[in-house]
Every structure is written in C-alpha cells, then in structure tokens.
C-alpha cells in the first residue's frame, strides 16, 4: 500500500496524537512501572559501640557517594530491628541470625511475610568469656553464676536464653531454674563489668569486629570457651552453624588464642521490605559486597555477603545479583545516570510498540477519509446523472443542479489532497465537466 503524503492539518494532527502519546507513556511509566527511586533511606542498625552501627556507618558513606542519603537509627538490637522492618519504619536492617526463623509463623507459607533477606553479612559467634570456668563440655559450669546474657529486648539475649534452657539453667520464659543470675547487660559494657569481675561470665552474640569481642579477645586474663557440642547444637538448632577460630589468628606474637576455638555461630541478614525500589536493592548489595567482602577472624575474602541460610525469602534483585552479577548497565555507569538510561529504556520500549500501529494505522486512515471524501462526490454525480437520464429537468431544478456541481468543483479545488490522489481529483473533476455538459444541452 502506497502511503499518501499528508496534509499540513494531517501532520498537525498527527503530531499532536504522538506527542500526546509520549506524554502519557511517559506519565505512566514514570508513575507505576519505574519510579525515580528516594533520595533518602532509614536504616536500623544497633548500639552506637556495636558491630551493626560500624557497619551502617560504612554503608552510609557508600551511599552518599551514590547520591542517597542514609539515616542510621540506632536500637537495642535485632530484635528492634526486626519490629522496625516489620512496621515499615525503616528501609533496611541487619538482623541476627535465627531472629527471622523464630519470628516466622510456622502455619504461613515463607513468602507471606513481607520482608526479604538480601543476604547474610557475616558470622555472628556466640562468644561466651569468663575468667576461670571451663565450659568446653557445656555451660551447666555457669549454674549459680551471675552471667550477662544482653541488654533487655535483644536478640542477643533471646538466643543466650535458648541456649541456657537447652542445657537446664534457665526455663523457655528466662526465669532461672537454680542460682544463676542472669544480668541484663551487653557490649562494651558487659565487657566492662567482666573485666572488673563484676560477672562470671559474658554471654555475647556478635560480629568479631564488634568493640566488646576485640576488648575481650585481646585480654590475658579472659578465657574464651571453646565448646565441644558445637556440631550437636547446629543440627538442634538450625540457625547455628559450626565455626572455627584459629589458633593464634588474634594475635599470632601472644599466640592469642592459643588453640582452635569451637564456636557456634549466628549468620547477620541485610533485611528489606518487599518493594523497596529495585535500584535501591542493588545499591545495597554494593554497599554490602564493598563492606563485608573482607576477610575475618572467621571467614575467608569473598565469603560474604552470601544468599546462603537466609532467614528470610531471598529477595529477587539479590538472587539475580548472586546468580548474574549486577545489571549490565550499573556495572559501568554511575548510579543516577544508569538508573536514568534504564527508565529511558523501559519507557521508550513501551512507547514504540505503541507508535509503530499507530504510524501504520494513521496513514491509512487519512487515506481511507481522503478517498471517502471523493467517493461521496462520486455518488453525488451518480445520482445526479442518473436522475438526469430518469427525467427532464425543469428550469429551476437546471439551475439547482448546476449550482450544486459548481459548489462540488469549488470544495474539490479548495481542498488540499496528497499527490498520490492527483488522477482521483482530475478524474471527479472531467465527471463534473460532463454531467454539467449534459445538463446545458
């Protein structure tokens, strides 16, 4: 099909009904399929001398780099965290490991819950540091002894009670089933009270880079015990892992610790909502992949972060990440400017498959009303002549007629149509010389 070239009015129209498809494309994606995602983000981390702050701090300058704003709120631990995320107070959260799994409702799917794990961060060891006490065959030793287990509201405390009640000194609820006492302390200043021998013993769930655990760690007169249920604790509690700090790997000069130390471990989640915006996601696995990428006393370069023993559903920005690598575009472009060309590409996409019918249909259109307008004249003529054969017309109805052919010729000569209908207008146009002919005679 021969399209016909347009009409000043037909461009005009035509491009105002691109222009306004544009718009509106662009309105839409912009609004519901790709919105500019926030400048500004809230994260729940933990006490200002804890690991989790010291890590939201690191993540805070890698997002400042990126043109975003993170806000840090420091809490009592993972499980404020874990109330914060789960009431949409906060865009992010490291959470302890076992947390996720004990909060989940076990008579819901996993994915009903609306956050999702971008993946775990870091070992999180059960250090448990006395002066004295051997507990390497268990922590029945502690009975009788005043032993500091976190701050109230903690996880740090809730999984220090699960592992109390496990070996008899303390019941499901935390009340003492002997003479242990347990104190609500925790961090540096659980540290603190330990090495004053204010305690017995310290029971602390952190990240080795936390403050407290390097005090203790690097103090001759702390013992750290070394347990040897370890492997029989990870199978009862599937949250718990085994883990190993090596000997001298502290200090090897002090050879600090002086034997392989058995540990049971936590692992740190990087938490988030379901349907924080997806560019946002990825910036914080960067920030994640920048900050704990880096070897430990217990983990070796680039075990972490990992989609491995999540607590909660691995969110879909991480499982492409871990499985794909990042987005071709954020590997090599600044974060704003690949964020802004993949809307453009998703918008332009769109707005394509909407133009091209439309560049298709609106030509043939014109073209259909173009030969409409003279096909309407042609039956005009039609009707004219044959009634012109029918009948003899009288004087009024000669000059009626002709009248009519003269305003047909007129509008014919004042429209403007495409080249391509040239033999079309010539032709209506000898048909109106011929019916006026027959008419004169």
């Known amino acids: 099909m021969v399209i016909p070239a347009l009409t000043p009015r037909q461009r005009l129209l035509l491009a105002v009904t691109i222009v306004s498809l544009v718009v509106f494309g662009a309105w839409a994606i912009i609004k519901f399929v790709s919105p500019d995602p926030p400048r500004r983000l809230s994260m729940s981390t933990g006490s200002a001398d804890g690991a989790y702050h010291q890590f939201g701090l690191k993540y805070q300058q890698i997002l400042k780099r990126n043109g975003i704003t993170l806000d840090l709120l420091p809490s009592s631990g993972s499980v404020e ?20 799994f004990l909060s989940l409702d076990p008579q819901k ?15 999180e060891p059960v250090w448990i540091f006395s002066h004295t006490l051997d507990l390497s065959k268990g922590l029945s030793a502690l009975r009788g002894k005043q032993v500091a287990v976190g701050i109230a509201g903690s996880g ?31 961090g540096v200043s659980a540290a603190d009270k330990l090495v004053q021998r204010e305690l017995d013993a310290v029971i602390m769930v952190a990240a080795p880079q936390a403050a407290a655990v390097k005090q203790l760690l690097e103090n001759p007169t702390i013992r ?18 085994p883990v190993s700090l090596k000997r001298g790997s502290v200090d090897p000069e002090q050879n600090i610790p002086a034997r392989d130390v058995q540990l049971l471990a936590t692992t740190a989640n990087l938490v988030i909502p379901d349907g924080l915006h997806p560019a946002l996601a990825y910036l914080l696995l960067e920030a994640a992949q920048q900050t704990h990428g880096q070897p430990s006393l217990l983990n070796r370069p680039g075990e972490f972060p990992s989609p491995k023993a999540t607590d909660f559903p691995l969110a879909e920005e991480a499982d492409r990440d871990f499985k794909n690598g990042r987005p071709f575009l954020q590997r090599y472009l ?66 009626s007629a002709l009248a009519r052919l003269d305003a047909i010729e007129t509008e014919i000569g004042k429209t403007r149509f495409p080249l ?8 209506l146009r000898q048909h109106v010389d011929y019916v006026r002919s027959r008419l004169e005679r």
């Open 334 to 399: 600044p974060f704003w400017l690949a964020n802004f060309v993949q809307r453009l590409i998703l918008m332009l996409i769109p707005l394509v498959a909407i133009l091209v019918p439309v560049f298709k249909v609106l030509p043939a259109l014109f073209e259909w009303k173009e030969k409409n307008r003279l096909f309407r004249r042609y039956g005009e003529l039609k009707f004219l002549e044959k009634d012109l054969t029918a009948r003899t017309y009288s004087a009024e109805e000669k000059v």
């Open 109 to 123: 799917e996993a994915d009903e819950t609306i956050l999702r794990s971008l993946a775990t961060v870091a070992y």
């Open 156 to 186: 740090n405390r809730k999984l220090a009670i699960e592992l109390l009640a496990t070996y008899g000194l303390v019941n499901s609820a935390g009340l003492s089933l002997g003479n242990t006492l347990l104190i609500d302390a925790g």
């Open 81 to 100: 965290n874990l109330k914060r995320l789960n009431e949409g107070a906060v865009s992010a959260g490291l959470v302890q490991g076992g947390l996720g």
């Open 224 to 241: 750290l015990a070394s347990l040897d249920h370890v492997e029989g604790l990870a199978r009862r509690f599937p949250y718990f892992q």
């Open 420 to 427: 391509d209908f040239s033999d079309r207008v010539y032709t």
